[in-house]
């Protein structure tokens, strides 16, 4: 196997091999970095230039884009405080905060190093794991990926904030907004309001751009109003860091990264859940493991360390599924799935004893895109740092057109820029009102999954006893619910704990 590896990485350094791969790991970089422009937009794009290439060469290319959309993510994410990609929703949450309180080197290179050792990880899983993790993936049916989305789920309960009833009002409007749409049986319109194109539903991405971005917007023009009134500016942006310091404060929480990572690469490898759904489960593990909870969203290395590991790891796993049984996971592995059909390559079970050499130069590729993406981020970092030195009054406008833009991208329509629209309004008065805007995001995520998966258990089997009698399943509902009651003591501790302390001071 070893030998294999070795010889994969000796075959892409090659110029023919490390050229689509830089370039392919660079625009997904960009493409990852520009809200609105998934990684699936972005290798849909990238696609058709692969087709004069060789195997190797295309998906190398392919998997540059794949590694570099997951890192480029953080950019935006931690500058501005609007995602790149879904996947990047978990580190706006103490990334940007950590920019805010005059860090943005720090933040960005964390989740850089982050990133980098993530996905490293994620490829020792992928070369030793394929086959137990492949394993596993098949024991689940519709009643383990309802669970598993429950449990998902059940992280709003450690996401709500001060407020463990505004946090789930902000959750259950998250569900409310996956309902929209037409039934995913019989096809019947729900809660379209007589709007004619909410009967297809609304996408996630412009609901997340618009939470978000709109919000965030909205609130700077609000703070530059009282700036303007004489409040005093901000700390000074710090953009030189010492990466040994960085990187010596990702190694010194060796659980944090190799649990975060390992949760990247299990949810990789199940089809039809994604980055997103990885960081903020990663994200949730890591704040109850924390012996300071209550730093979380205030600028926490590790709620930054453990968004970017488990998201960058989370492309291994996903490369698993289409290599092992040739089932994309996603969108971005469902193009690469019919890149190779394309270039008539067979995957699935036989896929890596039959093309050996290409199965390990793709994990080489995986493996070495990782080195060029830390290589492109310290290029670049001079520039994307400065981001935070430009005037708000310059950096809004532009950051709402690339918002519109990157909303009717993605279907050639106003409707998404409407949605947008609307969600940026109550984004920006869910913040105003102090209602928690992760679980709003994590029930538009999961909503529509665990509709889905319940009815397709019902219609298989209407004896509700097997979600907890099998094995996994059973399992994952004893997790959700032990996770929702480790939250709620969680909270009601720092609860304790506040109140304690202004007795302190009351008594001082």
């Not at 940007?96 to 989740?111: K, Q, S």
């Not at 404060?249 to 659980?255: D, G, L, M, Q």
Request: net charge neutral; glycine share 12%; with cysteine.
């Amino acid at each position: 196997m070893y030998d294999l590896l070795f010889s994969g990485i000796a075959n892409i350094v090659q110029i023919k091999y490390l050229l689509p791969l830089f370039l392919g790991t660079f625009i997904g970089v960009l493409g990852g970095a520009l809200p609105g422009v998934t990684i699936a937009m972005t290798i849909i794009v990238v696609l058709p230039f692969t087709f004069s290439l060789d195997p190797l060469q295309g998906l190398a290319a392919m998997t540059g884009v794949y590694v570099g959309g997951s890192a480029g993510g953080l950019i935006t994410a931690c500058l501005l405080g609007i995602p790149g990609t879904p996947s990047a929703i978990a580190t706006t949450f103490d990334g940007f905060p950590m920019v805010r309180n005059g860090e943005p080197g720090r933040a960005v290179w964390l989740g850089i190093w982050a990133s980098f050792f993530g996905g490293l990880l994620g490829g020792v899983f992928l070369i030793a794991a394929t086959g137990p993790l492949a394993a596993i993936a098949l024991e689940f049916g519709p009643w383990e990926f309802f669970a598993l989305f429950v449990f998902a789920l059940s992280m709003v309960a450690g996401l709500t904030g001060g407020s463990i009833t505004k946090g789930l009002l902000s959750g259950a409007l998250g569900l409310v907004v996956t309902v929209m749409g037409s039934d995913p049986v019989m096809g019947a319109p729900r809660l379209t309001l007589g709007v004619g194109f909410l009967e297809g539903g609304i996408n996630f991405l412009p609901v997340l751009i618009g939470v978000f971005a709109f919000s965030q917007l909205m609130s700077d023009i609000e703070k530059m109003g009282d700036a303007q009134q004489g409040q005093a500016a901000g700390p000074i942006p710090k953009l030189v860091v010492s990466h040994l310091k960085i990187i010596g404060e990702i190694i010194a929480r060796p659980f944090l990264l190799l649990w975060t990572s390992f949760i990247g690469v299990l949810i990789g490898v199940l089809p039809a859940i994604g980055g997103s759904a990885a960081s903020m489960l990663a994200y949730d593990q890591a704040k109850k493991f924390s012996r300071h909870p209550e730093r979380f969203g205030t600028g926490a290395p590790e709620g930054i360390i453990a968004s970017e590991s488990s998201n960058n790891a989370n492309v291994g796993g996903s490369l698993v599924t289409i290599m092992a049984f040739g089932i994309p996971g996603d969108i971005v592995t469902a193009v690469m799935l019919g890149a190779m059909t394309i270039h008539g390559i067979q995957s699935g079970p036989l896929f890596i004893s039959q093309q050996s050499t290409l199965a390990y130069g793709i994990f080489a590729a995986y493996i070495v895109s990782h080195f060029l993406m830390v290589i492109i981020m310290a290029l670049g970092a001079r520039y994307m740092l400065r981001l935070t030195t430009v005037p708000k009054s310059v950096l809004i406008p532009v950051v709402l057109v690339l918002s519109v833009v990157g909303a009717y991208a993605l279907n050639n329509t106003m409707a998404n820029v409407y949605v947008l629209l609307v969600f940026g309004v109550l984004g920006y008065l869910l913040v105003k009102f102090g209602f928690p805007l992760a679980p709003l995001i994590l029930g538009v995520i999961l909503g529509d999954q665990i509709e889905i998966n319940l009815i397709r258990s019902i219609m298989t089997d209407n004896n509700l006893w097997l979600f907890l009698t099998r094995p996994i399943s059973g399992g994952l509902i004893v997790m959700s619910v032990a996770s929702v009651v480790f939250a709620l003591w969680q909270h009601r501790r720092h609860q304790k704990r506040n109140r304690h302390s202004t007795d302190g001071d009351a008594d001082f």
